[in-house]
């Protein structure tokens, strides 16, 4: 069994709540990776390079004790 911990608590894998899987899909160069970025970490880079492929982030949420 493998835990996580989130902002000081511990949770077990298995206690997620729900899961949300979001695709993003647009032209080139519109900030689709930049978008992701500030969602997941916080971070906005003006200067990235194009992002060839896909790319995959996650960030887990609490909200009302629920993951």
Known sequence: MRREEDRGE???A????YV???VVIGDSAVGKT???GRFTKDEFFLDSKSTIGVEFQT???VLNRKR
């Open 14 to 17: 298995e206690d997620i709540d």
């Open 59 to 61: 960030r887990t949420l």
């Open 34 to 36: 930049q978008l992701l």
């Open 20 to 22: 949300f899987k979001i």
């Open 10 to 12: 511990e949770w077990e």
